[in-house]
Structures are given as C-alpha cells and as structure tokens.
C-alpha cells in the first residue's frame, strides 16, 4: 500500500493522479508547519457520497488549516462498489472505504510523529459521506483508540431504528446483480470474475449513492444499538444532531459534545457548487470552504466576510482538536443534569453588522437565540478609559469617535475583579438587539452583582441574547470595582468617589444618546440588577444626577435602605468623612503619605494591588452630588426619581449563600456572637425570642437557619421590600411591584447547595437568563414566564396583563396590606399576602426607620 506525501502546495501531483483515476489510489497527504513540539492532528475525510470525491480536490488543501498550529492529514479510500460491495466472506467484508480509512489511520498513529504531529491528540473529521465515515467510526469497534475526538459535518450513520438500511443478505443480493450485470455466473467464482472486471465499469454501474452495510465486523450493529449498549468509542465531537444528542446523553458525565449550525454562505462557494442562496438557503457543503481558509488560497474570488468568518470557524475546529473544548458563547448540546433538558445548538454565523455610534463605527454579528434573529455586540467603549491621571476620576465621555471600526464580535478586557483578562481599561457595554428593526424596542439595562468588588459583562450568566429575543434590546455596562471605583480623594468634582456608581450613570448616559441605532427606544429604559446590582439599581432611583435616564427599574435581592444601627462594612451610611478617611489610611499602606501627593502617589501603584487592598469599604457614599441624601431622608423630602415603575423580589433563603459560616458548633452564643458583629447595640432579647424561641438546645441545624434567616432578613430581605414599599407610598401614580421566589430548582449557578442552603441569594438568574437547571419540564416554561414578566414589564410598565400579579399595596386600603407575587411555576397565579408583616413591617421596621 502506497503513500503519497505531498508538500504545502503541490497541486500539480494532485491534478495528475486526479486524471488518471486509477484503482492504485490509497495515498494520504500532510500538511505541517515543521517540527518542534507534537502538534494536535486533524484527520480529514472527505465527502461525495461514498461514491466519489478525491484527498487531492481543491477544496481540502490543508495548506491554510495547518497555520493554526496543527497538522493536517487527508486520505483517499476507495469508492462505490470498488469500495462498499459485500462479497459475504472474509476476503469481501464490504465497507473496505472504511478499512482504507482504518488503515490510513493506524499508519498516522505509528508515523505522524516523523511530522511533528501527536499521535495521542488526533481528531477525525468530515463532511458529508466523510461525516457519515467519522460517525461510523465512533461506532466501530475497530477504530478503538485511534483517535481522540471528532467532527461530524453534515452527516451521521443513524438511520430507522427499526430497519437496517442495508443488511448482509442484501449486500451480498446486491453484489451478485453487480456481477450478473458484468457477465460473471455465480456458478463460477463470481468475486474473482469481478475482481478482473474492469475498474470504470464496476464503477458505472452504481446508482451515485453508496451505503455502508451493517452487521459485518466493521459495523457489527446499528448506532442505537450502541448507544443503547454503551458499545462504541467514546469520543469528543460536534455531530449532527440526533446521533450527537444520543450520544451526548450517553456521555454526558464525562465527555463534553457540541452542536452547530451554519447560518452563513458564501456567495462564491455557493455559485461553485450550484447553490441559489435566495431559493435554497445555506446548501449542504457550504462549510468546507470556511473549514480549509479558502477564501485566503483565493482572495480575489471571495468577500472580507468570508476571510473573517473562515478565520474564526478555524480557529473553532483546531481549539476543539487542542483542547476538545469551545469557548463559553458555545455552550454543550446538553450542558444541564436533565436527560430531557433542552439542546443547546450554536448558531455558526459569519453576517456582520456596523453601527455607527458616538464611540465610533462598532461592528458586531448577527446570532440566532430562540429562533429570533440578533445583533450581538460586545465591548463597545463608552467612556474614556479610566488609566493614568483618570485612576480615582469620574468617568470621561469619548473624547472623539475612533477613526477605525470597533470590533465588538469578541469580548475585552473586565474591570479588575472580574473575568479574566482583566484591565484598568475596562469602561464597556454589550448589547443585543433584535436584529429586524421596525420600531424602537424597549431597553434592558443589566447592573450586575458582586458585592461591588467582583463580576463582569463578559461572565456567561449575563448573556443577555434570551431576554433580547422578547423583543427588547439589552445592555450590560462595566463598572470599576473595589477600591479603584469607590476611593474617594476629597475633591467632589476631581475625585468624587462613588466612581463604579458614576461609571454605570455615564453607561446610561451614552444609552440616551446612541441606543436608537441599535433599534432602542431611550424614553424606554429599564434599569435591573441583582445583588450589588440591585443596590445599584436602586441608588439610581435615589440619586438625582439619573433623573430623566430611565423610565422603570427592577431590583433583585438588594437595595440602598440600611439600618441605622447596622455595622456591616459596606452598609452603614458611609459619609465623605469616612471614605477620605479609609483612602488616606490605604495611602499610608502603599507609602503614599505625602498630603499633597497622595493620590498622584497611588496613581503609580500597580492597579492590581490597589485592587486587592480588601480594606476600603466599597458602595454608595453618602453626601455627595450622586447620593446628597440617605434613603429613608430622600423619601421623606421627596427628592428621588418618582417618576418611575418598579418591581422588586427577593428569594427564599437570602442569608444562606453569604453569611459567614458558623465556625464549630452552632449554638445559642454563637448566634448572639453573630448578631453583635452585624448591629450595635443589639435588643439581644427581642432578637432570640424572634429566630430562637422555638429551638431545642442542641439543635445546631437550626441555630445555623436561625442565623442564615437572620442574615437575610437584615441585609437584604427586609431592605429591599420597604424600599419597594417606600417608593409606592410616595410614588402613588406609578407601578410598583414586589415577588418572591419559592421555587427551588437544582441549577448550581449561584454555587448554592440547594441541599443545605435552601433557596440561595442569586438563584432567580438562571430564570432571567434561560440558564435551565436539572428539572428542565418545569425550569425550561418557568423561565420563559420570567422573562415575558420582565419584557413585558420593559415594554408597559406592567408585567402581566391578567391579574397573575397585583400591585404590592394600594390606596384604597391605605398602602397598608402587601401583595407579593409567589414566583413559583407549580402556581403561577398565587399571591402572598402580607408575608413580610411580621419579620420587615413590624419586627425590623425600626431598624430602617
């Protein structure tokens, strides 16, 4: 057997074997980049139905592929009958197409080193019939440890469950025809009459498909079978979808599997291959010339799109070869615990669209989510970035548009504290966008949670595609963290403090002045977060430097109402006294003691440590123009944005993920310890005979709830419900509405063990962004419930039309008598009344007066 090994560019060979379609054909090809390290392998098959194509057609020259640091192998195996007739014996087993396959592949594994290449990382992949050829060897049982992963484009050997395509007893029927029709008897040796045959006329007489046969020692049984019996290669791979989705639930605990869908042609590929794009859509084949980087072998022929779309499809395949991983934006087929949970499907596409903005020209891409077609933009600058002489500074507006286009088709750099790579320069927004622009749609605008020290757009939770296919556009801002968003340097308008709040009210404000190229409605802004984010929310609703900026907000588990008497760090009313205070103390830490050169000091310090200096309280300061008034002072003279909706919910268990764990036993004095720690001046006996009264000593379980319940209460619970309260008995003609989740489902996105926590704070996202968890019958429609209450509520200022949910108090009964929508899909239509009488109204009520 004979391989011909051929450079980066000899197309001159390949044109001549091409011409001389001979039977002496099994050659292989290789691309490399040269020796060095073992590089990842991929091993190429190609397509035409099992009945024609060649290694050496244009299309698959492995020239470009190899650049990205792999090498490239691509085999010839022999075709129609020449390859797939089954004579019944053990010198005819039929399906020897895949034995060549076979056999080019044990050779990669003993040679491929010889080319720099890792014989243990090889991935097998192929369109169409070479598709149908990689899935069929992930089933057999031949092909065991040849190969670590796969990639199945456009083809899989899964046929009717219940009929085998083609058996032996048919194969062997339809040989003899092949025979009969050449004038060999079967009286006589029949294969050997054939084997004389010539090669071109066994070849004309098959009909221009071949289909493997089944139950030969290649493909002993069929694909469900093997599913079924867990007898195939376990392997990694982005298939087509129903033999991915059954082998992703097979494998599902241990391998990862991916699935994707092209939704991008090029135009001259698809004149080569008489294609009609407007007739026929995105034809079978039209992902090979993206595959091989043809639009760089012929620059002429094809679209820029084309070149940076091919670019970016390359370098999916070769990450999958090195790592057998794709990044977060493609998330698993079956990426939840649920064997029903819905497939995740990565819609492939290369359709580009600009948008002219006061940043500049910003270029996204246009995604498929829940079958609505978006604009996705991540990264665009809306403030100049906040380095050097700009550290400690209020956010600056963009000096000038960039004169080059922003690319906003990748991720950038998250604030200090947030996913990495992370950056000083960090000012963002992402937007998705319904992509059909008719009318303007209402804005989402996401302030995300994390203590205000920790988070980013970039996080994966907070794609924000599912919501945006409501028909809503939706914007995440970046926001400086820690103590580079929050430092105060004692100059109101130079180092005013409250900078990561400043930087999400600039975000806000290049939304009024650029949202409606994106297809965004300004008059119709919501504002929404959880968490710090909900605290954020709500001090935009505080602050007047946000009036006219937003129309409607939603807080999630969190508000800027504190105790009095509270001494969490980050939760008493820190003034401008206290925060120059903290600053200078963290000078003093970076030796910056100079009074007159202190910030300047801090200024060259390197922003990473500035970053970790855990010291400095972070959150809103009280006493400045963003925040002149304490909440419950703002609300008594009047002076917030009355003029806004709001919906307002906490869940179940908010203390259970982020109080302290009680260390050792969990007692009644650990509980009084806590307790201290968190209030000055505690009434000690009012608070035990409110969360202990009922515990038996002993019982460390329940002075570890009493305490969580506690926690919650206090921080976070009772804050954000009479703050809801206190804007709609202030704010009397707007919309105010309050909910409480109930439902525990078995996600683990806000690292809750649902187990021993309970319902945990942070576990109403996965329902906001369609992030489904193990019981997908019941979290799949429930958070698509949550999404239109949110949308809806986006759109009108009311989050149902029926009375699923009512208004959290109302005049009539004189705003005393509390109605909170039970958010819990075993009952959408429940309402709690009153639920929060005892522990907020009347027990903590003096705490927040």
Not at 251 to 260: A, G, H, I, L, N
Not at 393 to 401: D, E, F, L, V
Not at 678 to 698: H, R
Not at 783 to 799: H, I, L, Q, R
Request: hydrophobic residues 35%; contains cysteine; aromatic residues 12%.
């Amino acid at each position: 057997m004979r391989y011909l090994l051929l450079g980066n560019s000899d197309l001159l060979n390949q044109c001549l074997l091409l011409s001389h379609r001979l039977e002496d054909c099994l050659v292989l090809n290789v691309w490399t980049s040269g020796l060095g390290d073992l590089k990842p392998v991929m091993f190429y098959i190609h397509g035409g139905g099992l009945s024609s194509g060649s290694s050496f057609e244009e299309e698959y020259n492995g020239t470009v592929l190899a650049t990205h640091d792999v090498v490239i192998v691509s085999t010839n195996y022999r075709l129609g009958s020449l390859g797939f007739l089954y004579g019944g014996r053990e010198d005819a087993p039929g399906n020897v197409g895949f034995y060549d396959q076979l056999l080019a592949l044990k050779w990669v594994r003993d040679n491929i080193h010889a080319f720099g290449g890792d014989r243990d990382q090889i991935t097998i992949f192929g369109e169409s019939a070479g598709s149908w050829s990689v899935s069929a060897h992930i089933l057999s049982p031949l092909s065991k440890g040849l190969f670590k992963r796969a990639i199945m484009e456009s083809g899989a050997h899964l046929y009717n469950k219940d009929r085998d395509v083609l058996n032996t007893t048919e194969a062997v029927l339809e040989a003899k025809q092949v025979a009969r029709l050449l004038n060999c008897s079967e009286s006589e040796d029949w294969l050997k009459c054939l084997r004389k045959a010539d090669g071109m006329a066994v070849i004309n007489l098959d009909n221009g498909l071949t289909i493997p046969v089944l139950g030969t020692e290649f493909l002993p049984i069929s694909a469900q079978k093997a599913f079924e019996t867990k007898k195939f290669n376990s392997v990694l791979k982005c298939p087509t979808y129903l033999f991915a989705k059954q082998f992703a639930i097979t494998v599902k605990e241990w391998q990862r599997v991916y699935f994707y869908e092209l939704l991008y042609g090029s135009k001259r590929f698809s004149q080569i291959i008489g294609c009609d794009q407007k007739t026929e859509g995105i034809c079978h084949a039209e992902d090979i010339p993206f595959v091989f980087g043809l639009p760089y072998i012929h620059e002429k022929d094809y679209e820029p799109e084309d070149m940076f779309f091919s670019r970016e499809v390359m370098k999916m395949w070769t990450k999958f070869a090195k790592d057998g991983h794709q990044d977060e934006e493609w998330p698993q087929l079956l990426n939840n615990d649920g064997v029903d949970g819905v497939p995740l499907v990565k819609g492939i596409s290369a359709e580009t669209v600009d948008v002219k903005t006061s940043s500049g020209t910003v270029r996204g891409q246009t995604i498929v989510e829940l079958d609505k077609k978006l604009n996705q933009f991540y990264g665009i600058p809306f403030a100049e970035p906040p380095v050097g002489a700009l550290r400690f500074a209020k956010p600056m507006p963009i000096a000038k548009p960039s004169p080059d286009i922003i690319d906003a088709t990748k991720k950038k750099t998250s604030c200090l504290g947030g996913d990495q790579p992370t950056s000083e320069n960090c000012l963002y927004v992402n937007i998705w966008a319904p992509n059909n622009i008719t009318t303007l749609k209402p804005v989402m605008f996401w302030i995300y949670g994390g203590g205000f020290r920790v988070g980013s757009i970039f996080s994966d939770m907070y794609n924000g595609k599912s919501l945006a296919s409501y028909d809503v556009v939706y914007v995440a801002v970046d926001y400086r963290l820690g103590s580079l968003g929050f430092l105060y340097g004692g100059d109101d308008e130079k180092t005013p403090g409250n900078l990561g709040l400043l930087d999400q009210l600039e975000g806000l404000k290049w939304v009024q002045e650029n949202i409606h190229a994106f297809g965004g409605d300004k008059d119709r802004v919501t504002i929404f977060g959880c968490s710090a984010g909900s605290i954020a929310t709500s001090a935009l609703v505080l602050s007047p430097l946000a009036k006219g900026l937003f129309a409607r907000a939603i807080l999630e588990s969190g508000a800027q109402l504190y105790s009095w008497k509270s001494l969490t760090p980050g939760q008493v009313y820190y003034t401008k006294e206290q925060a120059l205070a903290e600053a200078k103390e963290m000078a003093k830490h970076f030796k910056c003691t100079d009074d007159k050169t202190w910030l300047e000091c801090l200024r060259k310090v390197d922003a990473n440590k500035i970053h970790d200096y855990g010291a400095l309280t972070v959150g809103a300061m009280v006493g400045n123009a963003f925040m002149p008034l304490n909440a419950q002072e703002a609300f008594k003279q009047g002076k917030y944005n009355k003029d806004v909706d709001l919906i307002a919910g906490i869940v179940r268990n908010e203390g259970s993920l982020l109080a302290h764990q009680l260390k050792g036993n969990a007692t009644e004095q650990t509980f009084i310890n806590e307790v201290k720690s968190l209030i000055k001046d505690p009434d000690l006996e009012a608070i035990k005979e409110f969360y202990l009264k009922d515990i038996k000593s002993g019982n460390q379980s329940a002075y570890r709830w009493a305490y969580y319940d506690f926690y919650g209460d206090i921080n976070l619970k009772c804050n954000t419900y009479l703050f809801a309260k206190q804007v709609a008995q202030h704010s009397t003609t707007r919309n105010v509405y309050f909910y409480e989740l109930t439902y525990q489902s078995g996600g683990h996105f806000s690292g809750c063990d649902e187990k021993t926590m309970g319902i945990c704070h942070g576990s109403d996202l996965e329902f906001v962004f369609y992030r489904t968890g193990s019981n997908p019958k019941l979290d799949i429609p429930f958070s698509k419930e949550w999404m239109s209450y949110w949308t809806n509520f986006a759109k009108t200022g009311v989050p149902t039309t029926d009375a699923k949910w009512p208004k959290l108090v109302n005049k009539a009964e004189e705003y005393k008598i509390s109605r909170v929508k039970d958010m819990n899909p075993y009952d959408f239509s429940k309402t709690l009344v009153d639920p929060f009488k005892k522990i907020c109204d009347e027990f903590w009520g003096k705490y927040f007066e």
